[in-house]
């Protein structure tokens, strides 16, 4: 079954009522491939990708199972979206509440007449797109692999004197050069103290013997994000971050270890915070365990104390427990695993033992 046909049946898509899709990562799922602008219109019997010139061309290539439909400066994406409704008799418009802004949605609205209902679609196609098919998981796990080998090549090049900013270029490049079409999401080094910061931008600071160096990367292939964090000592670490990292590795291997259908998210979430909490560091690990990953590097569902969705086979989520310490630094340790009946398989192969450089 096609995405597009998994929507259809997941709506009971009858005739009279149709679908629009705006979000990008949404049309790339239902058109199974297309990456320009415009919108997406599905209804009972026709798919259609409106979009303008600059795009047709490829839209028709990346999307053949779709009519595609350019607008010209009689007609905007909103005028052709309307006479296709008109076409198939559209009574209701299913639409992305979550996503069009208000000024947006008046101007759909004004297009297609007071006549059509309009009805959020509730997140349809991120639901489809929380079970990956065998075809996203064989994607996904290329990506996860140019990134575990991206690790393994970057260590020999770390050393005293080199900054943040230089890792960071010396790792995009290997995974590009990998393989990689891009990355997932802007790779995150966080040296010595700047550890402390989840989600640092990497800049000047020059590593230094006795650095902790966090490193939170992924490549992205055919659309596919992967998601990876490993912390690496440069020099021997001090005590307590010796401490840090045994207690963030021991509650990500428990966690990953836990990780399978069936489970309930936040059960999965709280089982790191009581290994991080019982070991003296409350408070310290303020973000949530992990998130789903594919198209968008941070999908539903989440490894979080706010998330009580059944983890279902297919769902590839990451587990990333961390503890940050201002003014020391910090850890975190993340693989991207695929959920399965009976446990998980871990897409991000990279060592997890701490690696004294
Ligand atoms: N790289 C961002 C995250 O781990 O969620
Ligand atoms: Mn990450
Ligand atoms: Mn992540």
Redesign the pocket.
Known sequence: MTASERLRDLLHLGTGVAVVVHDPSNMFYLTEGYTGEGLVYLSADRQAIITDSRYTEAAERMAPDFTVITVDNARDHNHCLAELMREDRIAELRFEANYLSVESFDRLRGAIGEDVTCVPLEKAPQKLREIKTPSEVLIMRKAANITSEAFRAILPKIRVGMTEKELQIELDFTMLRLGADGNA?DT?IASGENGSLP?AVPGSRKLCAGDMITM?F?AKVGGYCS?M?RTVALGQPGEEMRRVYDTVLRAQTLCVDALAAGKNCYDIDRLARDVIDARGFAGRFGHGLG?AVGID??EEPRLSPKCHEILRPGVVI?V?PGVYIPGLGGVRI?DTCLVKENGCETLTTADKQLIIL
Request: hydrophobic content about 25%.
């Open positions: 999401f995150i989600h939170d992924g998601d964090t998130h590097i941070h990451t990333e993340e």
